[in-house]
């Protein structure tokens, strides 16, 4: 889960900067040690400061973009050097079989469409880009859908950001309650995804 505290994510965007916010979504984007970092948090907090001029929104919103994609794509091609011997890695530190799998799950229920969902489901993020280069799905299309899913996740993210704490006065005090909702709507999807997963189990 994201991180729960407000300080927590702005201190992580205080002390790296703009090329630290960048770096974060390039590695929870694609690279399956990155699942644990705070994405959503992160680019909603970074349009938040935006707003107040800490930095420009233009460049904030281009370079999260480019390095969302990027990092998927790197995702992608991890995935697809590797191959199937991934699903059989033993679990490290920074690898667990349970996203890969939950990840293969999601592609194996929607498709190419993952690449797009899985944006806005954390954990699944990290591991749908690797898991669609394993199983050989085309590249045209997988950048597709990676350019789509990229750009909404991040423009969108960062946007909403901007766009409430450009609109709301003193937003301050209520960051920490925006934050937390974000944060709890990026866990319904997987919680919908089990039950209606469990629902189909139990009528099958």
């Known amino acids: 889960m994201e991180s729960l ?69 790197v995702g992608y091609a991890f995935g697809n050097r590797v191959g199937k011997r991934i699903f059989t890695r033993e679990d490290s530190f920074f690898f667990r079989k349970k996203h890969l799998a939950r990840a293969k799950d999601f592609y194996d229920t929607y498709g190419a469409k993952t690449i797009v969902i899985s944006r806005f489901v954390p954990v699944v993020r990290s591991f749908a880009p690797i898991v669609a280069g394993a199983v050989d799905m085309e590249y045209r299309t997988f950048l597709f859908y990676n350019v789509i899913g990229g750009g909404l996740w991040a423009l969108g993210l960062t946007a909403l950001g901007y766009g409430l704490g450009s609109l709301i006065a003193n937003v301050d005090r209520y960051l920490l309650p925006f934050i937390g909702v974000i944060i709890f709507l990026s866990c319904v999807p997987p919680v919908i995804h089990v039950l209606m997963e469990r629902r189909r189990n139990g009528h099958s």
């Open 5 to 73: 505290l407000h300080l927590d994510v702005t201190a992580i965007i205080q002390a790296t900067g703009l090329f630290g916010v960048f770096a974060i979504v390039f590695a929870e984007s694609g690279l399956f040690f990155g699942f644990f970092l705070p994405g959503d948090s992160l680019l909603f907090t970074a349009g938040f400061l935006a707003s107040r001029g800490i930095f420009p929104i233009a460049f904030l919103m281009i370079g999260c973009v480019v390095a969302a994609i990027a990092g998927d794509s």
